[in-house]
């Protein structure tokens, strides 16, 4: 018998995917706000930690564009760290000696830089329709030791990191500063003492060279 109720529509999956598609939406711009303040501190410093390699082997500023574009912007964050700790142990040694932790602090960035970019967000619905989740935190998916492994973030993990890495980046600022004003110096004393052997109104690069350092994309200038 008919009683004029409509039945209600029963779903053929086990969790209700309206509020799983909902709920991963919320997840997905949560993961955002924890995961991308880091990301862009992370980027900062990688930035710096160019500046300075930059500063140290080309003073021209007119071709550090280039310079990024088909060399530094090839290299990992890793291999950029590397590079920097190898110029201060070789050439700043006085910087190296000031700034100790700098380069262990700075891998630990790089080592939780690049868990975070390379971890699935765990949009699961026994996670995100748990008691256990709350609106402050993201479960993050990745393997460890060859085997499958969760980590939660929250908004004050964020908060902690961010504040503990502001901290790497005055040091950055000051061993960067430094290079940059000893190259552009070094520069200076080595062009005044070609300038001084050659004279002003003589060539910079000897005749019997000038044709050596042309054939090697360099030009023939004059003060």
Request: hydrophobic residues 35%.
């Amino acid at each position: 018998m008919d009683t004029g109720k409509k039945r209600e529509k029963k779903s053929i999956y086990p969790i209700p995917l309206k509020e799983w598609g909902q709920a991963q939406k919320s997840e997905i711009e949560l993961s955002g706000k924890i995961r991308g303040p880091l990301l862009d501190q992370a980027i900062l410093i990688e930035l710096l930690v160019q500046d300075t390699i930059r500063s140290h082997f080309c003073q021209d500023t007119r071709k550090w564009a280039l310079l990024d574009d088909l060399i530094l912007n090839q290299l990992s964050f890793d291999r950029k760290i590397w590079i920097l700790d190898k110029l201060l142990k070789l050439n700043y040694e006085d910087l190296d000696s000031d700034f100790p932790m700098l380069n262990r602090h700075l891998e630990s960035i790089k080592n939780y830089r690049n868990k975070i970019a390379h971890s699935l967000l765990d949009t699961d619905p026994e996670w995100l329709l748990s008691e256990k989740k709350k609106t402050d935190r993201i479960r993050l998916k990745r393997s460890k030791n060859g085997k499958p492994f969760d980590e939660v973030l929250t908004v004050e993990d964020r908060d902690k990191l961010l504040k503990k890495w502001s901290k790497i980046i005055l040091p950055l600022l000051i061993v960067r500063d430094e290079v940059s004003k000893r190259s552009m110096e070094e520069s200076r004393n080595t062009l005044g003492w070609l300038k001084g052997i050659y004279g002003k109104d003589k060539p910079l690069i000897p005749p019997h060279l000038s044709r050596r350092v042309l054939e090697h994309g360099c030009y023939h200038t004059r003060w």
